[in-house]
């Protein structure tokens, strides 16, 4: 039961990646570290639960290309914010991180996104929406992190199954 659970939890995360590579200009929206896509397995507790690309999906040549493999224990950064977002609301167990930019915040308003600014702090081992999430005891669906010193500007969508995810970056390119 539990390696089912594992496999379909991998199944739809591959699913998920293979059709955001396809949409239409996602290029625009990949940061220069890449854009990764995770699930977490119902009460992960650790980051060998949650599923990620062992690598990232970046910009090549004006095309989304996936680079590394989907497996358990693929991310870290991204990962824990998962983890952390499950500890408040259970049922967020996927997340994405795309570009940072106020076009792309401003969108993500005008969606109705539930929606944070995270300040500007020099953060260095540890993902600022994780320590966000944790300090301020609430989880949103998006966050934008402006940036910082070494610390590329970036957006933190969070949501129940990746495909929501791909839904929601289907819907934030439409204006772009």
């Not at 739809?12 to 699913?15: G, N």
């Given at each position: 039961m539990i390696n089912e659970v594992r496999s379909q939890v991998l199944l739809?995360?591959?699913?998920a990646i293979k059709k955001l590579i396809k949409l239409d200009r996602?290029?625009?929206?990949?940061?220069?570290?890449?854009?990764?896509l995770v699930y977490a397995i119902e009460e992960a507790s650790d980051f060998s639960d949650v599923a990620a690309i062992s690598g990232r999906i970046i910009s090549c040549i004006g095309k989304p290309v996936l680079c590394g493999y989907v497996v358990y224990g693929g991310s870290n950064f991204l990962a824990s914010v998962v983890l952390e977002a499950m500890k408040i609301s259970?049922?967020?167990r996927s997340a994405v991180n795309l570009r940072g930019n106020e076009s792309i915040?401003?969108?993500l308003r005008d969606m109705g996104m539930d929606?944070?600014?995270?300040?500007s702090t020099d953060v260095k081992d540890v993902c600022p929406v994780t320590i966000e999430i944790e300090e301020s005891g609430e989880v949103h669906?998006?966050?934008y992190h402006p940036g910082a010193f070494g610390v590329e500007a970036s957006t933190t969508i969070l949501g129940e199954i990746p495909m929501e995810i791909?839904?929601?970056v289907t819907e934030l390119l439409e204006p772009v």
């Open positions: 739809e995360l591959r699913d996602f290029c625009r929206l990949i940061p220069q570290v890449g854009t990764n259970p049922e967020l915040a401003q969108t929606f944070v600014v995270i300040s669906r998006a966050y791909v839904e929601i």
